[in-house]
């Protein structure tokens, strides 16, 4: 594979828009911290081709357009698990393709169209109007909450972001890490 250019990465966010509409003020800030998160992932690959995207270097179990959609399919398996809502057929089917394919027939852009459309179509509509986070909610032999469900997938995008980071090197796709403006005057003193 060719080697690309190092990517100047998105820079380091420390603050961000807790969005009003959600009836918990909880559930609103997990679901602002779920974009942040997100959106680094989402600049960790929209510049990628196809050949990173669908990169398996030997031992790895997944290539990084599958990770995508992965998160995706895991939102939308969470959310169906907490309201008992299933994503529309059209949804569940772009989300089994994203998530089994390989290579992808989508390239980063629709990789991001779709993880984008599971949090404003399906997340974020199904929590909007709940108003406890805490609430218990019976599922077979588990009990969720939707703050339990928000922090399971905030460490989900976490974790799997980091494996992306790491698969982007390995397809010579170098990434710098940006810092937050205001902390670009440090020195050593």
Do not use: K
Request: aromatic share 8%.
């Amino acid at each position: 594979m060719a080697s690309h250019p190092t990517r100047q990465g998105r820079s380091r966010r420390y603050e961000f828009t807790v969005p009003a509409e959600f009836a918990s003020p909880a559930i609103a800030r997990s679901i602002a911290l779920l974009g942040e998160l997100s959106e680094r992932h989402f600049d960790l690959i929209e510049d990628l081709p196809a050949e990173a995207l669908n990169l398996l270097p030997h031992g790895a179990p997944s290539t990084i357009a599958m990770i995508t959609g992965h998160l995706a399919q895991g939102e939308a398996f969470w959310l169906t698990h907490l309201t008992g809502e299933t994503p529309p057929s059209d949804l569940a089917d772009a989300l089994q393709d994203a998530r089994s394919a390989c290579p992808t027939s989508l390239d980063a852009a629709g990789l991001i169209q779709l993880c984008r459309r599971v949090r404003g179509d399906f997340t974020e509509r199904l929590l909007r109007g709940v108003t406890d986070s805490e609430a218990p909610i019976q599922d077979g032999p588990r009990t969720l909450t939707a703050s339990g469900v928000l922090m399971h997938l905030i460490w989900h995008w976490t974790y799997h972001s980091g494996q992306t980071g790491l698969l982007r090197m390995q397809a010579d796709c170098d990434y710098d890490w940006a810092l937050h403006p205001r902390f670009t005057g440090f020195t050593d003193e």
